[in-house]
């Protein structure tokens, strides 16, 4: 790890763009806790409608997997994999949108 002097480190906690980034690592936090609920409830539909039905629902599968993208986006934001917002601030994944 290279030395920081104490100039470098006083103009890194000042920076604004940091502190900016913090708050939207708290919120997508929130965000990835609200996303599981919805996986396993999900899931949970997914599951007795294969039960009684015989087949899952399709929209609900391609839901899951539009979610599943959005989960990965939010995890690549959350550990700087990408410096990419995502929803709100970009489309929602749909129907195939990387």
Known sequence: ?????EEDL?????????WLRFVF????GIALYFI???VCISSLVQFLAKLFS???LSSLSEFGGNLAKYQAQVT??????SDDK???????PCCGNK
Not at 25 to 28: A, E, G, K, P, W
Not at 76 to 81: K, M, Q
């Open 10 to 18: 006083k103009k890194n906690v000042k920076d604004k763009d940091t």
């Open 86 to 92: 995502p929803f709100p601030f970009v489309p929602f």
């Open 54 to 56: 015989g087949s899952a």
């Open 25 to 28: 690592l708290i919120l997508f």
């Open 76 to 81: 690549s934001y959350l550990t700087f994999a």
């Open 36 to 38: 599981m609920i919805v």
């Open 1 to 5: 790890m290279a030395d920081i002097n």
